[in-house]
Structures are given as C-alpha cells and as structure tokens.
Nanobody, 122 residues
C-alpha cells in the first residue's frame, strides 16, 4: 500500500507565499518523477510543476515560471512546491502525483494524494 499525504495549503493574501509538501509512504521500491497539479472549480486538472527522479530536471507551466519552485528530498520521499507571489486565480485544490515502483519486477504506477486546498484572497 502506498500513500501520498499533502500538507501546507491554506488561505493566503494575494502576493503571499505558501510551501506545499507531499510525503510518500508505504511499500516503495523506488520513486521516479513527481509533480504537482491543481484543479480549480469547474476546470480541468492541470500540471503545475514536475521534477525528475534525481531532481536534476524540472518543468513548469508557463504561468508559474519564476514564482514557483519544485524540489524533492529523496531521503524523505518528499516533494515540495514553494509558491511565491500567489494570485487569486491560483485558488485551487493542489494534488501531488508520484510515479512509484513497489517492486523491482513491477512497472511504475502513478499515485495521487488527496489534495490540499489553496485559497488566495484578501
């Protein structure tokens, strides 16, 4: 059994910052890429940022470049998303995703966290 647990969401004023965390636990052989997605009411879930297994490569959706930073601590099986200069339109539920192999003989599978609410409002 694998679990992803997000934390760090909340209410923040426009221009403020939040740091999201997502910790993976359970029967894990290895974790490949990890990422953060968000879904606003009435909209589709979108990729915000992704990071490779070793953490050497990252990618961001254009709207967050220069403001958000994704990082990971492989010793803790945790991925982070530092969000600065937040905008009201970025209010959404933020989800963590991780490509996890539970055994050396099984292919990687994408697991999701339960989501954490981020509200940007004055």
């Amino acid at each position: 059994q694998v679990q992803l647990v997000e934390s760090g969401g909340g209410l923040v004023q426009p221009g403020g910052s939040l740091r999201l965390s997502c910790a993976a636990s359970g029967s894990i052989f290895s974790i490949n890429s990890m990422g953060w997605y968000r879904q606003a009411p009435g909209k589709e879930r979108e990729l915000v940022a992704g990071i490779s297994g070793a953490g050497s490569s990252t990618n961001y959706t254009d709207s967050v470049k220069g403001r958000f930073t994704i990082s990971r601590d492989n010793g803790k099986n945790t991925v982070y998303l530092q969000m600065n200069s937040l905008k009201p339109e970025e209010t959404a539920v933020y989800y963590c995703n991780a490509l996890i192999r539970i055994r050396i003989t099984t292919p990687p599978y994408g697991y999701w966290g339960q989501g954490t609410q981020v509200t940007v409002s004055s």
